[in-house]
């Protein structure tokens, strides 16, 4: 496996973990079918949902970028340890959800919804160490990241296409979910087969702030 491959197929696992958590929302999408009796309804949510989502990773990855251009690289890692480790932490003791209204919602009330679930999540930076090309066992540099870039035309043409990848496999895992639980297993599922995933979601944050701090500088 190349670095590069290593890139892209990590965005995608990402991707898929993401579109998996009922928090990031296919659980939503199937709430609506549910209430309006229309699988319209649920094909229907997801691109809007899809949309917040990559609204939300997108901001992560801009800030990113620009803080490449202005800190060294070992305190950029160090910050960006920091501060995966502390959200990680809060999400473990706090794992409320942002709230929302109700399931009278529109496109635009979509796209807000996943934007501030993603968000208020954290979704966006659990890609920072992928975005920043390190690798513990590796010198720190996977050829395919934004590591390997000076915050150019090309850092912002490769931070856009890993965004979008990400977001792409996102929106496929997300609507396979949505449409399993709404055409077959139903919403009862989870009552049989709960996995607390805002756990495994803190970890996850603990655990790539940990990646970042560990990792060589390059």
């Known amino acids: 496996?190349?670095?590069?491959?290593?890139?892209?197929?990590?965005?995608?696992?990402?991707?898929?973990?993401?579109?998996?958590?009922?928090?990031?929302?296919?659980?939503?999408?199937?709430?609506?079918g549910l209430q309006e009796r229309s699988r319209r309804a649920v094909l229907g949510a997801l691109v809007p949902i899809a949309v917040g989502h990559w609204a939300s990773i997108g901001l992560v990855t801009a800030v990113l970028l620009s803080l490449q251009l202005r800190l060294p690289q070992g305190l950029l890692r160090g910050l960006a340890a920091a501060v995966l480790?502390?959200?990680?932490?809060?999400?473990?003791?706090?794992?409320?959800?942002?709230?929302?209204?109700?399931?009278?919602?529109?496109?635009?009330?979509?796209?807000?919804?996943?934007?501030?679930?993603?968000?208020?999540?954290?979704?966006?930076?659990?890609?920072?160490?992928?975005?920043?090309?390190?690798?513990?066992?590796?010198?720190?540099?996977?050829?395919?990241?934004?590591?390997?870039?000076?915050?150019?035309?090309?850092?912002?043409?490769?931070?856009?296409?890993?965004?979008?990848?990400?977001?792409?496999?996102?929106?496929?895992?997300?609507?396979l979910v949505a449409f399993v639980v709404y055409e077959k297993v139903g919403l009862a599922v989870l009552r049989r087969a709960w996995v607390n995933l805002d756990v495994l979601w803190a970890a996850a944050l603990i655990a790539a702030g940990l990646w970042v701090s560990l990792a060589p500088l390059g």
């Open 1 to 32: 496996m190349t670095d590069g491959l290593g890139f892209w197929l990590a965005l995608a696992l990402l991707g898929a973990y993401h579109g998996v958590n009922p928090a990031m929302g296919w659980l939503f999408a199937v709430a609506l």
């Open 85 to 175: 480790m502390t959200f990680g932490l809060y999400r473990l003791v706090r794992s409320r959800h942002p709230r929302w209204v109700g399931l009278r919602v529109g496109f635009r009330d979509l796209v807000l919804w996943s934007f501030l679930m993603a968000t208020g999540h954290g979704a966006g930076l659990m890609l920072v160490p992928v975005l920043l090309g390190v690798s513990p066992a590796g010198g720190g540099h996977h050829h395919g990241g934004m590591a390997d870039t000076s915050g150019g035309p090309g850092s912002v043409s490769l931070g856009l296409a890993a965004v979008a990848w990400h977001t792409a496999v996102y929106l496929l895992v997300m609507g």
